[in-house]
Nanobody
Framework: QVQLVESGGGLVQAGGSLRLSCAAS????????MAWFRQAPGKQRELVAR???????NYADSVKGRFATSRDNAKNTVYLQMNSLKPEDTAVYYC?????????????WGQGTQVTVSS
């Protein structure tokens, strides 16, 4: 099993910054892609940012230039630096990881962390 534990969410004013972290632990051979998704009330979960284990990244158009994702492979941890936050960034943010376990590649999810941006 693989556990993903997120931290760093909270309440911030528009224009402010937050940094999310997500640490993977458990039994696995390796972690491939790691990603951040978010889900706002009444909306579908959407991809925010993805990073490969070699460091290649891609972002949703809505966050390009404001958010940056990075990872520390030695710590099996992924980060999401969120700057210039807007009220429309308010959502529950979920960490996702593709881990290689005994049965093959599997996707795992964190429990989610609330980000609230006030106007």
């Amino acid at each position: 099993q693989v556990q993903l534990v997120e931290s760093g969410g909270g309440l911030v004013q528009a224009g402010g910054s937050l940094r999310l972290s997500c640490a993977a632990s458990g039994s696995f051979f390796s972690i491939n892609d790691m990603a951040w998704f978010r889900q706002a009330p009444g909306k579908q979960r959407e991809l925010v940012a993805r990073i490969t284990n070699s460091g290649s990244t891609n972002y949703a158009d809505s966050v390009k230039g404001r958010f940056a994702t990075s990872r520390d492979n030695a710590k099996n941890t992924v980060y999401l630096q969120m700057n210039s936050l807007k009220p429309e960034d308010t959502a529950v943010y979920y960490c996702n990881a593709r881990a290689i376990v005994r049965s093959g590649g599997r996707d795992y999810w964190g429990q989610g962390t609330q980000v609230t941006v006030s106007s």
